[in-house]
Structure formats: C-alpha cells, structure tokens
C-alpha cells in the first residue's frame, strides 16, 4: 500500500479548486463574447450561468450521500473526467443548448471537487477544522485572479474564447495525475454512518444554516458572476476589478486562523454580512476610480463567507458528516443557479427602461447595472440579520461544537 502524504493531497486538492475557480472567472471574462458571437440575450446567458451553478449541487449532493461508501479519490476521479468533457464540450459548443450542457458538466466537477475535498480536509486536520477549510479556499479567489488575469490578457491580444477555455485543460491534468498516483487516507475523524448524517439533517441548526448559505452564496456570487456585464462602462476595468477582489480575498483566507481563532465562526459570519451589504451599496453609488475602493470593501466582506459556513457545519454539526457539508455547499450554489437568469432579466429590464427614457445605450448599461447592484444589496443585509439572531445565542452553541485547537499537521 502506497504512504499516504498529507501534504501532496493537499496540494492536490488546492490545484482541482484552482481549475474550479478559472471557470468561473474565465466565464465572467468571455460572457460578453458568448452573447455577441451566438446572439444570446442577458436572460439567456444567465440560463447558461446557471448550469454551473445546477450542476454543482447535484454532484455535492450525490458525493455527499456517497462520499461514506465511495471515499474521496473515486469522487474525484469523476470530477476529473467530468472537467474534461465540459470543457472539451464547450471549446466546440455551436451555440446555446450546446453550452447550457457543457456547463452543467463543468459545475458537476467543480460540484464534486467541494464534494471530495471538504469532508477529506476536514478528517484530515480535525483539530483546526475552519482554518484549513480556508486554507484550501484560499484557491478559489486564488484562481479566480489567475484566470481573470489569462482573459484579459488574451482578450486584449484577440484570442478567442475557445483558447481562454482550453487553457484550463493543463491544470485539469496535472490535479489529476496527483489524485491518480496519490493513496487517500480513510476517514477517522468524521461521522461516517449515513443514517446518522441524514437523521442529523432534521436538526434546525442545520436547517438555519442551509437558508442563510443560499444567501451568502449569491451575495458573493451574484456580483463577480456578472462584473463584466455590469461594470463594462463604468471606467474601472470589469476583469482587473475581479482580480483585484479575489486576489485580497486570497490573502484573507490564508491568514483566516487567528481570525477564526479570536472571533469563532459566528462573529466572522456577522463581520462578514455586514461589511459586504456597505460594499454592494458602494458599488452601486460608486464612479470610475472609487468602484476599485467599493470592491475592496466587498473582498474583504465576503472573504470568508463559503468557506467559515462549510466549517461551522463541520464543528457545530459534526454528525452530520460530510453529507452536511456537501449539502450545505449545494444549497449555496442552487440558491445561485436559480438566481442567475433573474438578475439577467433585471439587468435586461432596467437596460429597456434607460433606453426608452433617451439615454444613450451605453450610459444604459451603467445604469442597469447599478440598479442591479442595489437589488443584489439586500441578500447580505438579510443573511446580516439572521447572523445576529445566530450571534445572540453563541455561547450556548458552543457547548454542541467540535474541540479546536492549532495542530502540528497544519500546513503552514
């Protein structure tokens, strides 16, 4: 039997949400593209962006109820095959239905890698869950700046969309031949008995914090996903603003530990709700060079979002197993699949409406945007309230939560 190497797993896995991240981010840069090219409408690629969103649940909830009986590494070998078919698939799309597919199996892998990896990361380094679960996030906004920064560098040269997408084939190889050659340690420190993990679904915490991360999903989703569109006349460059946002949400994620540690989860979700509703309102006020201050303020609210909500189910939930974790990632992306098309359709309406007031169609664009960006306000500023309702009862929720402590086999 092969040694199991902690540390090359990890690395592993930081690579597979780097592939993750890119398609997102490289979605964003080339939107603009998809809709000239195929003649596609707002509404329709937010249809498009929602297959990534959809299928994503679907593998977390599949890998979840699996992940006990299948392990780690067979759920990512299906992560693996599933990038390289949407990717290959949408590198030779033909126009709309052909993307809406691709998509879905392009968010089916990125589904499974959060599948794989969260419950994996969490067992492995069960003394400092939420910090490493981080750690690891970190490569979200990590490859969010790498693949923001390879669009807009092949967009500004001419290359088109179909090479922005092909690009994202080299990491997807390279994670993996890690996985592939890698033994995967087995689970000893999460719940494994599926009956218990479905029959500690029914607890309301875990039901309270289900609805809240369909809010802190799309608070951070829903403006990156559609910065390019929304913020194309604005002055600021949409992909140097994505970069700039996610590469500070990089760093805060790496050093989430004493953060976590001084706060816990709960005030840093509280932190977080609040400091992202001030900066999706500056957003929507901001002009030209102080849209790049407002983003700031964003990175910094939703840095720890996604990843503190999956650690706070591991260390407040722990019965509930890896089935927990994936669903509460599943109900993230689902809540922003559905989503999608109706920002879309908001940007769409309130682009007609400046258009039929006389403005030219470019100041429209802003327009929309910014009164898309003031609808978009009010998801942090509701999951802002029910973190206060959370933060009210913390000392009693920290009899039910997992021993923390900082550990030797965390990478530093």
Known sequence: MKQVNKNQIFIAACISLVVTAMTFAIRAGILTQLGEEFEISNEKLGWINSMAFFGFPVAMIIGGLLYNKLGAKKIMVAAFFSHLLGLLLTIFAGGFWTLIISTFFIGFANGAVEAACNPMIADMYTKNRTAMLNKFHVWFPGG?????????????????????????????????YMFFKQELPESEHIEKD?????????????????????????????????????????????????????????????????IVHRLNPIGVLLMSAIITTAAVYSMSIAEG???????????????????????????????TGALGMSLVGGAGM??????????????????????????????????????????????PLTVGVLFLILFMFRKKLEERRVPQGHTSEEIV
Do not use: H
């Not at 923001?148 to 993996?176: A, E, H, R």
């Not at 946002?245 to 994620?253: C, Y």
């Open 144 to 176: 969010i700046v790498i693949g923001s920064l390879i669009s807009k560098f092949m967009t500004d040269f001419g290359m088109g969309w179909q090479l922005q997408i092909g690009v994202m084939l080299i990491p997807t190889l390279i994670y993996g």
């Open 194 to 258: 599926t009956a218990t993990n479905i029959k500690s679904l029914l607890d309301p915490l875990f039901i309270f914090i289900l609805i809240c991360m369909t809010l802190t999903a799309i608070s951070e989703f829903g403006p990156q996903q559609w910065v390019e569109t929304i913020l194309g006349n604005s002055g600021a460059s949409p992909m140097l603003v994505l970069a700039m946002v996610t590469g500070i949400m990089a760093l805060g994620r790496y050093f989430a530990g004493p």
């Open 289 to 319: 060079s102080m849209i790049y201050l407002a983003a700031v303020l964003f990175a910094l609210g939703v840095c720890y979002f996604w990843p503190t909500m999956i650690g706070f189910t591991s260390e407040y939930l722990p019965k």
């Open 334 to 379: 689902f809540s922003t699949s559905i989503w999608q098309p109706v920002i879309g359709s908001w940007l769409d309406n309130a682009k007609e409406t400046a258009i039929s007031s006389g403005i030219a169609e470019e100041i429209a664009e802003l327009s929309a945007g910014k009164a898309t960006l003031g609808k978009m306000m009010f998801f």
